[in-house]
C-alpha cells in the first residue's frame, strides 16, 4: 500500500487567515499614517508650552500635560476613520471575508496604535521621573515633585482604544472617513484644549479625559493658610476661585474611569460593527458603563 503525501502550497496559511491578514495589513497602514505621528508632536509641543509657561493656576502644568493626550487620541481617531472609511468601496462579490469581519479586522488592526501611544506614555512618564516631577500646589501646601499615578498613566491607553473605535463610528455614522475626521477632532478639541468644560462634579464622569486633582473648598478667603495641615495641596483664593481650596487626586477613581473608557470603547465599536457583534458588545458596553459611572459617583471627593 503507498500514501500520498499532500504538499500544502506556499501562503496556504495566510489564505485561511484572512482575518489575522486584514488586521495586520490594516495596523501597519494606520502606523504609516501621518495623523497619529502629527498627534505625538502636537502633545510633544503642549508639553513643553504647560512646563515652560508661567502657571496661570497652582495645578496648571499638571493638568495640562493630562489633557495634551487629547493630542494623540485624536491622531488615533483619525488614522481608524480612514482605515473604517476602506470599508466603503466596491469590494469584487467574492471577498473571502464578510463586510462585518472586514470591519472588525480594522478594528484590531488599531491594536498597534494604542500600543504606539503606550510606549509614548511610558517614554513621558520616565522623562518626568528623571526631570523630577512637576509643580502642584501653593505655598504653604506645594510640591515641586509632583508625578502621575498609575491609573492616570494608563488613561491616555485606554483613550488611545477608545479613539480607535471613535474614529471608525464616525467614519461609519457619517459614511466618508473626511467627515468623520472632522467630528472626531471637534470632539478631542472639547475633550482637550477645552475640558474645562467638561469638568464639572457630574459631567467629569462622562468625559472621555478626565482632568485630576479635584478641587475641594476648605476654608474662606481670609483665612491665614498656616493654620491649614501643612500636608495639604492647596489652591489660594483667586478670580475665580474665592475661597482656599484643597487639591485631591483620587487613584481609585482614576482606575474606575479607565474601567469606563472600555465600556464607552465597546459601546463605539458596536457602532462601527455591523452584523453579529454589534449585540454583545452593546449589552456588555452598557452594563460596564453604567457599573463604573456609580463606582466613580462612590469614591469622587
Known sequence: MSTTTTTRPRGADTAHRPFTTLARLEGRRMLRHPAPWIGILLWLAANYAALASAPSWSSAQYQGLQSSAAFLAAGVSIAAAYAAGRDRLRLAEDAPMRAEDRAAARLVGGLGLVALVAVV???????????????????????????????????????????????????????????????????????????WTLNGPVLRLFAPLMVQPYN???????????????????????????????????????AWHDLYLVAVTLLAAAVALPGRYRRPLLAAGAVLAVVTVLLQARVSP
Not at 140 to 152: I, N, V, W
Not at 181 to 192: H, K, N, T
Not at 223 to 252: H, K, M, N
Open 121 to 195: 506614555v511610558a517614554v513621558g512618564a520616565l522623562w518626568l521621573r528623571w526631570t523630577g516631577g512637576v509643580a502642584m500646589g501653593a505655598e504653604p501646601g506645594r510640591t515641586l515633585h509632583a508625578h502621575f499615578t498609575l491609573p492616570e498613566l494608563l488613561h491616555p491607553v485606554a483613550l488611545a482604544a477608545f479613539a480607535v473605535a471613535a474614529g471608525a463610528a464616525a467614519a461609519r455614522l457619517l459614511r466618508h472617513p473626511l467627515a468623520g475626521s472632522i467630528a472626531v477632532s471637534v470632539l478631542w478639541f472639547v475633550a482637550g484644549p477645552a475640558y
Open 216 to 254: 475641594i473648598e476648605v476654608a474662606p478667603a481670609a483665612t491665614d493658610p498656616l493654620t491649614l495641615p501643612s500636608t495639604w495641596l492647596l489652591e489660594g483664593p483667586g478670580p475665580f476661585q474665592p475661597y482656599w481650596a484643597r487639591l485631591v487626586i483620587v487613584p481609585e477613581l482614576g
